[in-house]
């Protein structure tokens, strides 16, 4: 009996140790905290899906008004959460060789390869991916597929006319995540699925399964939080997206014999940097015994592949669609801005005989000025999150963090501080006018982030 008590208490001390040996980090430092508890640290409520994470860290940012520097601990690991822009820049920007980790709590030797794609992958995956991929969202690209958004865009056009014919309401957001849905499928894979008519179609199946979060889903993501040493084989992407994902992907390739089709698309590109063999570059990691980079490589196989079009469906399906949706709403509310819109669109139209073309998106300022407004109020990421690669001392202050210290940027909080914008509850296109934009602070509006690991899509994504 003594023997077995001796073990429990032993297991409990050891289990205690280790959910809190990390939480005397900050007070040692100085800086100012909330109480954190074992395993859970100090975000119990959006562990326990109380909250949202960006709504978590917001809450956080206005508690603490007047610190430089609030600490956080997100289970068992140290995180740092920044209140001042000029922070923000040495983290996105200046100091980039230190911070290019992305700060997902997710183990270095983390196996599941759908993970290793460009949004999660970090070190010199990520470089390598960056620089292959980047041609795929150029200007010159998008006008390219610009017939096939315009192509989209008039069935959508056409078929929310008839909804509203039938019924006094519409379900925006579900209707333009079918027409994002079948961009996607028309630019990126080269696929017409017609998900604007066919709500079962394959694309639009696995935009909502992508999203749509399981017990499963949920019981994973615990575990591989609290413990990810120990469970770093497990899935994180569910597998019928993954056979789903793979399937499609294998299909398209085998069409076009594992060659570039000249279609031009996300498909082409992934074909291309495939027909060229092994990636390689200089490492953000790795450096010779001089201090010159050391080169790295690797192999860009079908899984790889795979993984990249995942998240290039499913970034570029849920960031349009959200962010198309809330502007919509915004512009719902506020008649007036509305009224501009239409009026702008109206003249603009004319101007180009009516032909809707890249040229004349681009000449739509206020509209511009109304999607960037409500990208401020409503942005799709809310909270950027990168980790220390090294030790670092931030500047004008005297605070150092350790390799591995998370870094949290609360773009939302900030883009919602009245320090600054005016009356940043209420929805005011002039913001960012040619006139006004120059008010705005450097490194707090960032709904795409900013730096070399800023969205890649973000061209796209204004655009459609």
Not at 201 to 210: A, T, Y
């Amino acid at each position: 009996m003594f023997i077995i008590l001796s073990i429990f208490v032993t297991l409990v001390f050891v289990l205690y140790w280790y959910g809190t040996r990390n939480f005397g980090y900050w007070k040692n430092k100085g800086i100012k905290h909330d109480p954190a508890y074992p395993f859970i640290g100090s975000n119990f409520k959006q562990l326990t899906f109380q909250v949202g994470l960006s709504d978590y860290f917001t809450d956080l940012y206005k508690r603490y008004p007047n610190e430089r520097f609030v600490g956080v601990y997100l289970s068992t690991d140290k995180s740092l959460l920044l209140r001042d822009p000029r922070d923000v820049q040495h983290v996105l920007i200046t100091d980039f060789h230190n911070f290019y980790l992305r700060g997902l709590k997710l183990h270095k030797d983390e196996s599941d390869p759908f993970l290793k794609h460009l949004f999660i992958a970090d070190g010199d995956l990520w470089k390598l991916l960056r620089v292959r991929m980047t041609p795929a969202f150029t200007t010159g690209k998008l006008k390219a597929m610009f017939p096939l958004i315009i192509e989209r865009a008039q069935k959508l056009q056409v078929l929310a006319a008839e909804i509203c014919n039938e019924s006094d309401e519409v379900d925006v957001k579900d209707l333009l995540a079918r027409y994002t849905t079948d961009f996607i499928g028309a630019c990126g894979f080269g696929v017409d699925m017609d998900s604007l008519h066919d709500e079962n179609s394959l694309f639009r199946k696995l935009g909502n399964r992508i999203f749509k979060i399981t017990k499963t889903d949920i019981v994973k993501m615990l575990l591989k939080v609290f413990f990810p040493a120990i469970f770093k084989d497990l899935d994180a992407v569910s597998p019928d997206v993954k056979n789903m994902t793979t399937s499609l992907v294998d299909q398209i390739m085998k069409q076009r014999n594992y060659k570039p089709s000249e279609r031009n698309d996300f498909i082409d590109l992934m074909l291309e940097i495939r027909q060229k063999g092994k990636m390689i570059g200089e490492s953000i990691e790795k450096k010779n015994p001089d201090g010159t980079p050391m080169i790295v490589e690797e192999e860009f196989n079908d899984l790889l592949i795979a993984a990249q079009a995942f998240v290039f469906f499913a970034a570029g399906f849920e960031t349009s669609s959200s962010t198309s949706s809330f502007t919509l709403h915004q512009l719902a509310f506020h008649p007036e801005a509305q009224e501009k819109c239409q009026k702008e669109i109206d003249e603009v139209l004319q101007k180009y005989e009516n032909k809707l073309c890249y040229e004349a998106v681009k000449d739509m300022k206020y509209l511009t000025m109304a999607f960037k407004e409500s990208m401020r109020i409503f942005p799709s990421v809310g909270v950027l999150l990168r980790k220390s690669a090294s030790k670092y001392t931030f500047p004008d202050s005297d605070l150092t963090i350790d390799e591995g210290v998370g870094i949290i940027i609360p773009n939302h909080a900030m883009q919602m501080d009245e320090k600054y914008f005016d009356e940043p509850e209420k929805f005011i296109p002039e913001r960012f006018s040619p006139e006004n934009i120059h008010n705005i602070k450097n490194h707090v509006y960032l709904p795409f982030g900013e730096g070399p690991r800023a969205c890649i899509g973000k061209i796209i994504n204004v655009v459609i």
